[in-house]
């Protein structure tokens, strides 16, 4: 086997399923456990099982859904796996799946769920920023904030620098957003689908220099449940399988750290390549690697999109296009349906969800089993890129 190879195709995903979709705070009372376990029923109906079947758990970002507390609600005979991503917002995803990816293969449980519920609370908002409102600050007797106060802010400086380097503008962001708007116009789930213009993405409000209200994604509240088993027993289940060919998790020297130092750099004098970069690079050659394949396999991309920014980035390191291109790529169409690389054919983060990527899984699942609302024709390969955020981060090939 070639090196990195053990893995490839030994696991399948079998079952997706997940709520309907909602903004920020409105399922708060049904509460993140009642989501995963909606979800977990749909999976498990997609896949032919029961719940009761489900041997372990996994997810990510400090989910709060307890796995003993699934395995229970479902009267599961033994639970036997559980693990848990570290890392903020939807870095770890790929990890959550690599997690149950060895689980199976190795023998230590028959079939996984990856989770993920969220339900946000008006006091602990993913955008709100990582400094409290001054008057909270204030009566907790904490010192005034200051500095780089939330993810955008952060993101920005890399998408300034990107700019500067490569001569990146607005209108390549605006091609990102509005390409994903069209693409969620399709999509019966998608939060947002009414059609934008550039016109409307340059007259959005400034939140972070150079990042406008249609560069940032949406706040919202969701379940969502992906299920994994061997590729023997996948092709005894109800839907036709999608093997996993390649996992990788991790980041490149210097990237990640607290409050985003890697991306800021903090004096650690980040060159450009990761700097000016999604912090993928690394993760794509052992990703590659890992499935034996290369960037021209790749048949359709969902790259995650909690920036228009780092979509342009992500198309760098994953090298589906040269470094520094991006901006003319998208402005081409290359990202658009019948483009080159279809890229986040549900809308993504931007417009379908902010389900901290587990809607790229299910939309890859979909193109791939050729049930998908914007289908690629003929697609045989899926890249699922997670979240550039503080390491790690994580990505992951599919297959039909």
């Known amino acids: 086997m070639a090196e990195g190879s053990w893995l490839r195709d030994r696991v399948a995903i079998v079952g997706i399923g997940h709520t309907a979709f909602g903004r920020r705070g409105e399922f708060a009372d049904r509460g993140p456990m009642a989501l995963v376990m909606e979800a977990v029923h749909k999976a498990c109906d997609d896949a032919g099982i029961s719940p009761k079947d489900i041997q372990g758990y996994t997810s990510y970002s400090n989910d709060g859904t307890e796995a003993g507390a699934l395995a229970a609600a479902f009267g599961a005979e033994r639970l036997r796996f559980t693990a848990m991503g570290w890392g903020g917002g939807g870095g770890a995803m790929g990890g959550a799946y690599l997690y149950a990816a060895m689980a199976i293969a190795t023998g230590q449980a028959d079939i996984v769920a990856v989770t993920r519920g969220i339900v946000q609370a008006p006091d602990n908002r993913f955008g709100a920023g990582f400094?409290?409102?001054?008057?909270?600050?204030?009566?907790?007797?904490?010192?005034?904030?200051?500095?780089?106060?939330?993810?955008?802010?952060?993101?920005?400086?890399?998408?300034?620098?990107?700019?500067?380097?490569?001569?990146?503008?607005?209108?390549?962001?605006?091609?990102?957003?509005?390409?994903?708007?069209?693409?969620?116009?399709?999509?019966?789930?998608?939060?947002?689908?009414?059609?934008?213009?550039?016109?409307?993405?340059?007259?959005?409000?400034?939140?972070?220099?150079?990042?406008?209200?249609?560069?940032?994604?949406?706040?919202?509240?969701s379940g969502t449940c992906v299920i994994l088993t061997s590729a023997d027993r996948a092709k005894d289940l109800k839907s036709r399988p999608v093997y996993v060919s390649g996992l990788a998790m991790g980041a490149p020297y210097r990237w990640g750290g607290g409050h985003f130092e890697g991306i800021l750099g903090s004096g650690n004098q980040m060159s450009d390549d990761d700097f000016a970069s999604s912090g993928h690079r690394t993760i794509a050659e052992d990703l590659y690697r890992n499935a034996g394949m290369e960037a021209a396999d790749v048949d359709v991309a969902e790259l995650y999109d909690h920036f228009t920014c780092m979509v342009l980035m992500e198309l760098e390191d994953y090298g589906l296009c040269p470094k520094g291109e991006s901006g003319p790529?998208?402005?081409?169409?290359?990202t658009r349906l019948g483009g080159t690389i279809p890229v986040n054919t549900h809308g993504g983060n931007l417009s379908e969800v902010y389900a901290h990527g587990m809607t790229h899984v299910i939309e890859a699942v979909r193109q791939l089993r050729g049930e998908a609302f914007n289908q690629v024709a003929d697609a045989e390969v899926a890249l699922v890129v997670a979240g550039p955020s503080p390491a790690p981060s994580s990505s992951m090939l599919l297959r039909r």
Request: with cysteine; hydrophobic share 35%.
């Open 131 to 221: 400094a409290r409102t001054e008057a909270a600050r204030n009566a907790a007797g904490a010192p005034p904030s200051y500095g780089i106060q939330s993810p955008g802010q952060a993101f920005a400086l890399a998408a300034r620098r990107h700019m500067h380097r490569y001569g990146t503008t607005e209108d390549h962001f605006g091609h990102v957003a509005v390409n994903q708007r069209e693409m969620a116009a399709n999509n019966p789930y998608a939060r947002f689908r009414s059609p934008i213009t550039m016109e409307d993405h340059h007259n959005s409000r400034m939140l972070a220099d150079p990042l406008r209200l249609l560069d940032y994604c949406m706040e919202s509240d």
């Open 329 to 334: 790529f998208v402005a081409e169409g290359h």
